[in-house]
């Protein structure tokens, strides 16, 4: 089993050299990763701009190629380039120091790699562990990451599906279960601090508190990981409403053109 | 109505300059965008550094807000802080200086603005002309935003959709009606060119080609805007695959840690 390992926390963080050991137990590894931190940074990719492959050693011995662009950029490079010739059997991103359920799947780097490796054709997982805290234990991460690989490596995913996995940051024993769980109606309530620079001039930076809708819905992947379960939910990247679709054709909106001053 | 409208392209671009002279004949606007080309930005946000907004100025008058950061920052601090406490109607993210269809979706800072206007709960429209020709004529495009402004306006659009909206890049009168579509399947066929700097060092550029899988389906965004027809897609941004849920619960997943050795 050949895997392909990218985040977007970095080649150098903790979480990805705590999947990558692991991993290597059981599977041929190859990281291609950014060489900066990109959390929060979507589906970038660099198109205006060129890109540049960098090994990277860690305690003497070379760890991965670094890359100088956002999470798309370093799968792209891997799958297109640096691996161009070797199969794939799987990709996995992470492991995220933080939690990446509901309204920030739409923001997070480590789903895009993820969502690049699957619209590439190759079964990809995000895996992510749900805190924010300094300094977590990936280790119970890690070895869970290696048990859903072979499940994966086994059973394959459908084409343009790939698992986001949140683990929840309590030690193992205090962990319920698996629940396969949908994308969870929680937002950011957020805000802008207006501040002063040390020049008099105003800046304005992001903050704000999480409010999670769903209750106690365990199908919902942010109370499922609040709950101490390991929730996997499956994503596409086919954003189509179907639903509205149908709707909309009734509404009129396609004699639209009709109502148009044609001068 | 009072509508903000937003872009990827930068606050100096021809498309958002058409977009708002039109729409200024029949609703107060404010501009909040871009200061620079964000092409290809997908859904990032900046939360590890501070925003800053100045005022713009086209043809000796203020045009809008110019935000040093994404089209979906710019949303955010447009509605969080610039208009804090004035009501929003609608948001047109536009109009785009190239395609936005397909796999194109997810990369795009154009759609990116106008989801993240549709997790704020304002109905919200992306609109694209599919051109990447050089200084294309945004005129028919933007009079027909303000059409379909009217139309949103008036008919609402449920909370969490939003419309993708591509418009062919001819002549009015080549225009063959208006269809409402779903995301087509169509792909990059990308790979990077391996090139050496003036200092000998190697870089790799990003180059492809557009493959559209949809052949001859009317339904799908891409043919659709291929045939002439203006394509409005209803998309959404909860990712769950919901057809897999049933099929990995019964796949076993959830018992995996059932395999896992807890030592």
Known sequence: MHILVSNDDGINSEGIWALVNELKKVADVTVVAPEKQMSAVGHAITVQYPLRVN???KNGEFFGYAVDGTPADAVKLAVKAILKDKKIDLLISGINHGTNTSINIIYSGTVSAATEGTILGIPSIAISLAT?????DFTFSAKFAVKLAEFVFKNGLPRGTLLNVNVPPVPENEIKGVRVTRQGNAFWDDWFELRKDPNGRDYYWLTGK??????????????AV???FISITPIHFDLTN?????VLKNSGLENLLQGLDKD
């Open 55 to 57: 090994p990277f050693y």
């Open 132 to 136: 924010y805290a300094p300094n977590p």
């Open 210 to 223: 999480f409010v999670n809708y769903d209750q106690e819905d365990l199908d919902a992947d942010h109370t």
């Open 226 to 228: 609040q709950n101490n």
């Open 242 to 246: 179907y639903k509205m679709i149908e």
